[in-house]
């Protein structure tokens, strides 16, 4: 097995747009980085302070209807997945990313745009050689009717995730990838987070979803899909969940060998699930191989990240 490089971005790559669920309106860059860096995001607060959080497990302040990264001094930046899981399904190792605003733009809902843009940017080779985290024996937690469980899988980075709504147009739905760039492209990023009109009014008042509309957003009604052309793929919800799930994984720091099973999960049970991992030393090693199946994509490595915007965390 030949080592495979860290990488970044060529240049860097801008977007804007609102936050799903403050509404407010937040510019974003996403900044070329040394070898070592990881993915560190800095926020430009109110008073034209700059905070700077690196992304960690530990770094995680809330999991309710986002990954909301902060510190003691409180939440810095909310609902990081879809750009965690579009740097982590591209195989961009080190970025800085500053963001204006307490919530990273929702775009159209999905990956796509962050997927473009850094493709635009372009993904570049470092010296150093990357590091990859490698799953030995499986590790598991339930929550509730949920389960969630890294596993040994020797091919690279497989993810399974399986929903299961009380709505005749979502249901139960299942997909299983073996997971790189060029998979992760066409099976996931386009799919987009969901909300129910039923939870609207309840949502709302807990000051969710502000910044929702259906330009940004799956609105599901009892009986039909409200947004003009309908879904992007027959299961776009469970294909978003699997998208989030990539994001929240993304957290680690580095790639994973292994594979991810989730059942009626979400972002806390992801989060809950990483941390188990890591909080087992026997459970996993860090080692500089890539998994014997040579996968495709910038960085010859797939992976992937995040969870619906505002999906419920139990399915």
Same mark, same amino acid.
């Given at each position: ?10 240049? #860097? ?6 936050? *799903?669920?403050? $509404? ?5 860059? @996403?900044?070329?980085?040394? /070898?070592?860096? &990881?993915?560190?995001? %800095? ?9 700077? @959080?690196?992304? /960690? ?19 810095? *930046?909310?609902?990081? +997945? ?8 591209? =195989? *961009? ?7 204006? &605003? ?6 159209? &809902? ?9 493709? #635009?940017? $372009?993904?570049? +080779? ?12 499986? %590790? ?14 020797? !091919? $690279? ?13 979502? =249901? #139960? ?11 992760? !492209? !066409? ?19 807990? $000051?969710?979803?502000? =910044? ?23 299961? +776009?919800?469970? #294909? ?22 989730? @059942? ?52």
């Amino acid at each position: 097995m030949r080592a495979g490089k860290q990488t970044t971005l060529r240049t #860097r790559a801008d977007l804007t747009g609102n936050g *799903v669920h403050s $509404g407010i309106s937040a510019a974003l860059s @996403i900044n070329p980085a040394p /070898a070592g860096t &990881g993915i560190v995001f %800095i926020r430009t607060l109110e008073d034209g302070t700059e905070r700077e @959080i690196r992304v /960690a497990p530990h770094a995680v302040a809330a999991t309710e209807f986002a990954t909301v990264l902060g510190d003691a001094s409180g939440a810095l *930046v909310s609902t990081v +997945e879809h750009i965690l899981a579009s740097l982590y399904g591209l =195989g *961009v190792d080190n970025a800085i990313v500053d963001v204006t &605003g307490p919530e990273v733009p929702i775009l159209d &809902g999905s990956a796509a745009q962050f997927v473009e843009a850094i493709e #635009r940017a $372009g993904v570049v +080779e470092l010296k150093a050689p990357r590091r990859y985290l490698r799953i030995l024996k499986p %590790i598991g937690v339930t929550s509730g009717s949920s389960y969630g469980e890294l596993r040994p899988y020797d !091919r $690279g980075f497989r993810l399974e995730v399986e929903i299961d709504f009380a709505h005749a147009l979502v =249901g #139960r739905q299942s997909i299983a990838l073996d997971m790189d760039a060029a998979v992760f !492209r !066409r099976e996931l990023a386009r799919a987009r987070t969901f909300g129910f009109v039923r939870d609207v009014t309840r949502l709302w008042s807990a $000051g969710y979803a502000l =910044g929702a509309t259906f330009e940004n957003t799956l609105v599901v009604a009892e009986e039909r899909i409200l947004n003009p052309g309908g879904l992007r793929y027959p299961d +776009e919800f469970v #294909r978003h969940k699997a998208l989030d799930a990539m994001g929240d994984l993304a957290l680690a720091g580095m790639p994973i060998i292994g594979a991810y099973h989730s @059942i009626r999960g979400g972002h806390r049970l992801n989060h809950a699930v990483l941390c188990a991992l890591l909080s087992d030393r026997s459970a996993w090693a860090v080692e500089t191989q890539q998994p014997s199946r040579r996968l495709r994509g910038h960085a010859g490595f797939g992976i992937a990240l995040a969870q619906p915007a505002f999906a419920p965390d139990v399915s």
